[in-house]
């Protein structure tokens, strides 16, 4: 199961919230509707694991996630995966651990992104992240998302949108 979060705007500080994978899933969804290059063609129900960089999706409906709704990025949808990297640990850290170390990495890739640094813009970011069940199953990855302002969708990619 993934955890999310929302994003909280703090003065000049990178607010960000998470979302949690969860990991206890029995019955996965899949995949998304894909072309030979990867590309979503439709969109459609997809475990929260197979979310790739450059997928947009629905708002999830829970922190607690299990599964997404990938969208084709021309058309309207609330969030875009804009970078991942997997935790080197061998125990879980810790909730805390994991989103400080989400937040950093999240920060770290924005401006390269967007094109602004995080302070300077008014688009939000979250990120999946595993949480100590799906830990247990192998679950390293942290994927950062970025959305509209106050959660407005978008269409289309943010990447170089410097806003």
């Known amino acids: 199961m993934l955890h999310r979060s929302k994003t ?25 509707k894909r072309d030979e290059s990867g590309k979503p063609t439709e969109s459609s129900k997809a475990d929260a694991f197979k979310v790739k ?8 409906d829970s922190q607690e996630v299990m599964d997404v709704t990938i969208i084709p990025c021309d058309q309207s949808h ?4 804009y970078a991942s990297t997997n935790m080197d640990a061998s125990t ?10 989400a937040e950093e990495y999240c920060g770290a ?3 390269t992104f967007v094109g602004l640094p995080f ?8 990120f999946l992240h595993p949480t100590s069940d799906s830990w247990k199953n192998g679950d390293r990855e942290i ?3 970025i959305g509209g302002t106050a959660g407005a969708a ?3 990619t943010l990447k170089g949108a410097a806003k």
């Not at 919230?17 to 995949?31: E, F």
């Not at 609330?78 to 995966?81: I, N, T, V």
């Not at 879980?92 to 170390?101: H, M």
């Open 109 to 111: 890739q924005f401006a």
């Open 53 to 60: 960089l450059g997928d947009c999706i629905a708002n999830p």
């Open 8 to 32: 909280l705007r703090a003065a000049a500080m990178l607010g960000m919230a998470s979302l949690a994978l969860a990991g206890c899933s029995l019955i996965s969804s899949g995949d998304a």
């Open 154 to 156: 978008t269409t289309g």
């Open 119 to 126: 302070e300077e813009s008014a688009l939000e970011v979250t």
């Open 92 to 101: 879980f850290p810790g909730d805390t651990e994991v989103g400080s170390q």
């Open 143 to 145: 994927v950062c998302l």
């Open 78 to 81: 609330d969030l875009e995966a």
